[in-house]
């Protein structure tokens, strides 16, 4: 029974029982409906709804997304509320979204727990609302609000509600409340549907979908969800929400619906594997060694989740500069009011910055972030392990190098795991936790354990250069590379790339981290590398040139006063200067055919890791791609785009390239056995 019903002194209570989040499937629909009719049966006085273990509802379950929809379909279910003689108020605690909102709206009154929240967020997963949201919530709070709130799928908190006139109170306690409120009062209420729509503001909608095409380019949920609400003002209640429901279920079955959807039940699945669970260390106590720009974005990630830090840094000077990083790091947080000052202040209490190792002796894990070098990486981890408890987790935040070189130095190497974070550490979502030959399962799940505590995505890389997301990131560099060199500018390829839905194309985003790290990584890579592979020369024209990215003015793009890129006829003329050295002739590839290629070369790279067990799904790559390297969502990874497009239409694409150079695109084997058996990448796993 999702839906349970009880009455006392003509009052019903109706409760949404289907945990965890009382996500709204076919038997709560069912059972909500009945309950309409028991109340009208019963002709009680009012009926309070609420949900199960404090959630209202999350919202239409979204596992029945890829099944024709079973009746009672929600906006029936809802119209049945809305228009019943007995008023129903939806008591709010926890969250009440999309469906769960709207569950709220079609009620005569809602009253909200301090701490819930309430939203559409349709949109996110690639749909808009389906049971009036798009109709009820210009009515409730206004055009501009609602357009806002389902545009951007936000949800807000209880007192913006209450401001925005979406709720009617905020109580801690809104069962009981809901049960005080005065039957006149109550009964004054007249139903949503027979509200105004509010008139129609066409410079609203024309800056609303302006905004969108900038912010959330390429992506149709947002967009349509707009044309609804602005059709759905000229239009009659009922007929409103039929035009709603018909675009909520085409794209409900859409790509980006099914691409989002995708991303989204993969971030829930990314958790230990069970035969790791509740064996990780509890950290409380965690050092950060390197106070750089990465290392302080750590530490102040550890702050943020409630640990006790230790910073540990070689001199005075690198003390001063972690702890001016941090700092800044906590007045941003505090100006974005994500903190206030209290728990900024209880942030600086469990700071320590240190030169001394020992301070490190009462610690759960280390962190270490210093730069690319293994000798200083053998020697730090080593003082850890001296100082730290036998059962300590030292992990390395190493970019490429060996986690297991580091490991077989240390007495015991169980202990040496990889946590791999991404620039800005405290805001980016994925931590690739990088498991060792001999690394322990209590050490991978107390990486776990770490990341679930961060709020971050965890997903398991075996040892390789640049693991899962920097390898592929190579290969994408290269493959971008190659294309500017045979014919391109880097702002062709950052165009075409942005046109796919990427934030910024390769050359703008290397100009952000710096040209430095990668040409220190080629030259590490280069006693080991293929002789048979074609080597790009144009980076290391760039380090020659001082053109070091936005901390130098001047990367791909130049830079002029600190201010917006510019494009730089010095950096197109490199290549057609190394394409004459090298007797080459140039070509013109058009946008599609640059992203084409940088995609293909990207998928054949991430199959080679798949078939390696460096990652261990198509769906773990996807996760990397989109929350550590700007793949866009919307397109669901790039394993799951890639699945989109067909495996044996992508190997018929590599072998064609392959023509051109056999060893760049030499078509990876999983590929191959993947696109003979029929089998899509979500299928495939790695050879044995
Ligand atoms: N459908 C199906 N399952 C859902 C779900 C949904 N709408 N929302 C959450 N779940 C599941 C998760 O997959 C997870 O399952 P698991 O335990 O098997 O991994 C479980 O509920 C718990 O979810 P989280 O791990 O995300 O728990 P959190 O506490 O971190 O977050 C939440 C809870 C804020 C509710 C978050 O899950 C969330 O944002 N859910 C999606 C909300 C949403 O987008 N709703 C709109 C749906 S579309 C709609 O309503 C259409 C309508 O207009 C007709």
Redesign the pocket.
Known sequence: MQVTMRSENHVGYVTLSNP??N???QALRQGLLEAVRWAERDRLDRVIVFGAGG?FA????????DSPPQVPH??EVLNAIDESFVPWIAAIE??A??????IAMACRMRIMAPDA?IG???V??G???????TARLPRLVGLQKAVEMITM?K?IGAQEARSAGLVHAVEDDPIEAAFMVNSEELGCIVPTWEFHAPAHDPDLFHMARENLKAKMAGQEAPLRALEVIEAGLSLPFHQALTQERQV?LEL?TGPQAKALRHI??A???A?APAHLRGVALEVRHAVVVGGGTMGAGIAYALLAAGLQVTVLEADAAGLQRAEDTIGKLTEASLRRGIIDAAQAADQRRRMTLSTQYSEAASAQLAIEAVFEDMAVKHEILAKLEAVMPADAVLATNTSYLDVNEMAARLMDPTRVIGLHFFAPAHIMKLLEIVQGAQSSDRAISTGYALAKRLGKVPVLAGVCDGFIGNRILARYREAADTVFMDGSTPWDVDEAMVDFGYAMGPYEAQDLSGLDIAHANRQRQAPTRDPNRRYIPIADRMIELGKLGRKTGAGWYRYPGGGGKVEDPIVADLAIEEAHFAGMSRTDYSGPEICRRLLLAMINEAADILDAGIAQSASDIDLVTVFGYGFPRWRGGLMDYADSLGVKAIVAQLEILAREDPVAWKVSPLLRRCAEAGQSLAEARPKL
């Open positions: 965890p989040v996500a709204i499937g959630v999350a919202g239409a379950d979204a596992k029945e997304f929600l906006p926890g969250v979204l999309g469906g769960g909102a709207e929240r559409l967020p349709e996110t997963l749909v808009i609302p389906g049971a009036g949201g799928g949800p909520f409900k989204f039940f971030q829930r699945a958790k």
